[in-house]
């Protein structure tokens, strides 16, 4: 054999051997495809808009607001309370550990629910726990919260009082009740308590209607 | 994984440039080594010749490696390359043709569009050939559909398999390939040089 075949093997095998001193690699457990795909259909998955305004409005410690829009719709309007995390960097925001609450839920926001859904997925794929995805974004919000239309007289006890909740909560951000002006509104609204469907039903059937 | 110009470091326009560049660099250095002829290919073979198996194997080991490196360095993410699928029995199949292929024609796929460039027959016959080839196998793919897709193993890798890191697979390849290296120059002794 040719001397320089022998130079060429000694040089290979000892930067091989060097590969041996690397630190060793982990291999990324990842998860599951099988099991992303039933968290990614998960109906639980959806928050209602009247449960994350409750949250808002009573401060609670246990929730974390994630606005995946771009960086002009988050300053335009968001949510208050909302950390800005746009889409393209939820991966990283998962990984560097942002996102990482084991004792949070994460509700993500977009204008609609189509980019939150997508955000969502990425952080399950980085194995985030307790996520989730604000029913309709913040077009429900408005049209459902800010824009809230009175149910008809003969709607149920339920609905008027998720109208009065609604409109409560529009107030407690700012909005004016129909025969206010901006101006009047200097102390915050008494927060009118949402009443689930199932409370609802109990007080109906004690009432023995 | 992204090319450099899907990363905007080269500009699509030029995309074309470099493709004709770089192909023609490649074809120069395999037409320099001898390649065009079907009888390097073949020697392996017949053991007179094991030029094309130490430019493959040192072309592996020397990527394999390089990869590592370039990933422990932050430039590459080794560990996201796509790994396609293991089909175990189709791939055993195609690579006894292919086996059988290599050693009658002497030429794989790359080889013979150089020889044929050079304007040798045989190279152009291989590449008719190639053609009648995909031809028949597309006609007969729904009877042959379910050989193509058996034996799915998923996204395996031989240092999964065998549950050794890496860095450890990839330094007892280099030795196995170092003593190949070596085994073929012992047959190559034995045998009776081969003038073309």
């Known amino acids: ?209 | 994984m992204e090319s450099f110009i899907s990363t905007g470091l080269i500009s699509s326009e030029w995309s074309s440039v470099f493709a004709v560049g770089i192909g023609g660099a490649i074809g120069f250095v395999l037409e320099s080594s001898g390649f065009s002829s079907s009888r390097k290919v073949a020697g392996s073979f017949y053991g007179y010749d094991f030029t094309s198996l130490r430019v493959f194997l040192m072309a592996g080991i020397t990527s394999l490696i390089g990869l590592l490196y370039m990933d422990f360095f932050g430039w590459i993410d080794f560990f996201s390359f796509n790994i396609p699928d293991t089909y175990i029995w189709p791939t055993i199949l195609g690579s006894v043709f292919m086996g059988v292929g290599f050693v009658a024609s002497g030429f794989c796929p790359g080889t013979s569009i150089l020889s044929a460039a050079i304007g040798k027959l045989d190279g152009w016959i291989f590449i008719g050939s190639t053609i009648v080839g995909i031809l028949v196998f597309t006609l007969l793919f729904p009877l042959l559909e379910p050989l193509y897709n058996a034996g799915n193993l998923g996204a395996l890798t031989i240092n999964d398999v065998l549950g050794v890191s890496p860095y450890v697979y990839a330094f007892i390849v280099t030795l196995i390939v170092i003593a190949l290296f070596y085994l073929a120059t012992l047959i190559r002794r034995r045998k009776t040089s081969v003038k073309y």
């Open chain 1, 1 to 209: 054999m040719k001397r320089s075949y022998y130079i060429l093997s000694i040089v290979f095998i000892g930067i091989a051997f060097g590969l041996l001193f690397l630190p060793q690699y982990k291999a990324k457990q990842g998860v599951n495809p099988e099991i992303l795909l039933q968290q990614l259909n998960d109906p639980t998955r959806i928050i209602g808009i009247d449960e994350v305004a409750e949250r808002m409005i009573t401060k609670d410690p246990s929730f974390i607001l994630v606005d995946v829009r771009l960086s002009w719709d988050f300053e335009d309007f968001a949510l208050p309370g909302a950390i800005h995390i746009p889409l393209a960097e939820i991966a990283i925001a998962a990984e560097n550990g942002t996102l990482t609450h084991p004792h949070k839920d994460i509700v993500f926001y977009s204008n609609s629910d189509v980019t939150s859904n997508q955000a969502r997925a990425i952080a399950l794929q980085h194995s985030v726990k307790n996520t989730y995805v604000l029913e309709g974004g913040l077009n429900n919000w408005f049209t459902s919260i800010i824009m809230a239309t009175p149910p008809a007289e003969t709607a149920t006890q339920v609905e008027h009082e998720l109208y009065l909740f609604r409109k409560s909560v529009a107030v407690y951000f700012g909005m004016p009740l129909p025969n206010q002006t901006q101006g009047d509104i200097k102390a915050k609204a008494e927060l009118i308590p949402l009443v689930k469907a199932n409370d609802n039903k109990e007080s109906i059937e004690a009432e023995g209607c």
